[in-house]
């Protein structure tokens, strides 16, 4: 089983910054798995920067519903794996019309396939439910399919990095949650 490290953090918290230099060190071939669809013109604008910072000898795939199967079958020729980002593949199985259950699902083989291609992977991710309640229900429906997606993700991953201001905070690491001393042991009096 390949290394399964999940980046976490808010908008421009610097998470696919970290991601590929993290995925940089793996050689330089690594798949890079692009999970959006720009739809406008400023999203256009963010992948072209995005891949502006990748180096030039890593492949790029924009699978669309063919995610897995990409992954699968360009894999095991890669040095790893950089799927960006969950949290657009979450929307985009939500607005195919799969139920929150069948989401966590398709995350749960997504990353059974990661660590089973024998690669070390990262999958970058965003922290979204911290903010306002959105005010629509297909909006709190993404706000829980994602909050949940990222809990399946934890799970399968051997080490979580959340980014804060541009600075990674290790939250899990070697398969193990990291706790602050003072939250071992006895409660303070």
């Known amino acids: ?42 999203m256009r604008e963010r992948v072209r920067q995005h891949q502006a910072e990748r180096p030039a000898s890593w492949m790029t795939v924009e699978p669309g519903a063919r995610v897995l199967q990409a992954i699968q079958e360009q894999g095991p020729e890669m040095d790893g794996i950089l799927l960006d980002c969950l949290t657009l593949y979450v929307s985009s ?38 903010g306002v309640v959105p005010e629509s229900s297909l909006g709190r429906l993404f706000r829980d399919a994602a909050g949940r997606a990222n809990q ?30 003072l939250l071992q042991g006895e409660p303070a009096e």
């Open 93 to 130: 199985l939500l607005m195919s019309g799969s139920g929150e259950f069948e989401v966590m699902q398709q995350v749960d083989d997504l990353c059974l396939a990661l660590r089973q291609v024998g690669r070390p992977a990262v999958i970058v991710t965003n922290e979204v439910g911290w």
């Open 1 to 42: 089983m390949g290394h399964l490290l999940l980046v976490t953090g808010g908008t421009r918290s610097g998470k696919s910054r970290y991601a590929v230099e993290r995925a940089s060190l793996w050689g330089p071939r690594v798949l890079y798995v692009a999970t959006c669809q720009p739809a406008d013109a400023e």
């Open 152 to 181: 399946v993700a934890a799970r399968h991953a051997k080490e979580v990095v959340m980014l804060v201001c541009g600075l990674p905070v290790v939250i899990k690491q070697d398969g193990s949650p990291i706790v602050h001393p």
